[in-house]
């Protein structure tokens, strides 16, 4: 699968965080906090550039608006393709029905109707959490309960070498839903995360969830190859 590297260059103070996965595996995550936000991102693509990353995906939202030109020229005539992730904007395919297969996870499906991705999540925050979530699941299933699944991209696991493993378990195991009036999937923001909970920021976590961003590889060349070398 493809190696899919993110970085969540934090606005509220925390640390800034970075995570590989290569395709189904989480292979790494790491946070640095003695970095300031342009080293720090260089250092995160430069972990990615290392690890021969297909995609590099960075927070775009806040503070990681300033980082555009920088993330384009470290790779630029590299075969990395960038990917602004905001997660605050719409969920991932809006008009596409929601998928009941996951419907246990939430009371998505007490109305007999067809709901569409927009109807259920908040935004795209909440809607790669939410896959990231039904993916583990999945794969503990297939563990425990011997569950066939025919789509390798349909599982997620995390390597037991994986950096900061217990850290990234905390994190993703204490995000606070949070309620709307709408009945969509919304997860608390990061501030309310710190003021009403005390929890601070999901950083690594949130690096993992950046991951689950729709990508696609390309199919067809743009053109055809020319020969380098002539062999006449």
């Not at 995550?29 to 297909?54: G, M, P």
């Not at 709307?180 to 990061?190: M, P, R, T, V, Y």
């Not at 309310?192 to 920021?201: E, N, Q, R, T």
Request: with cysteine; aromatic share 8%.
């Amino acid at each position: 699968g493809a190696k899919v590297a993110t970085h969540d260059p934090s606005d509220v103070g925390d640390a800034r965080g970075y995570a590989m996965r290569h395709g189904s595996v989480l292979l790494e995550a790491d946070c640095t906090k003695s970095l300031d936000i342009n080293d720090a991102c260089d250092w995160a693509a430069t972990k990615a550039r290392e690890a021969k990353a297909n995609f590099f995906v960075y927070d775009a939202d806040g503070v990681g608006l300033s980082l555009r030109r920088q993330v384009a020229e470290f790779f630029d005539n590299q075969p990395v393709s960038i990917r602004e992730f905001k997660g605050g904007s719409s969920c991932k395919r809006p008009e596409e029905q929601f998928s009941h297969d996951t419907s246990h996870c939430h009371d998505f499906d007490s109305e007999k109707r067809i709901i569409l991705n927009k109807d259920a999540f908040f935004n795209l925050r909440a809607h790669c959490y939410f896959e990231l979530a039904n993916k583990m699941r999945k794969t503990h299933e297939v563990i425990t309960k011997g569950l066939l699944v025919a789509n390798p991209d349909d599982l997620f696991s995390i390597s037991s070498e994986c950096t900061m493993l217990e850290q990234l378990k905390t994190e993703l195991c204490r995000l606070p839903q949070h309620y709307n009036i709408s009945g969509k999937f919304q997860l608390a923001n990061k501030k309310d995360m710190l003021s009403k909970f005390g929890i601070p920021s999901p950083n690594i976590a949130d690096c993992v969830m950046m991951s689950m961003i729709d990508i696609k590889l390309a199919s067809t060349w743009d053109k055809p190859i020319s020969p380098t070398i002539n062999l006449a």
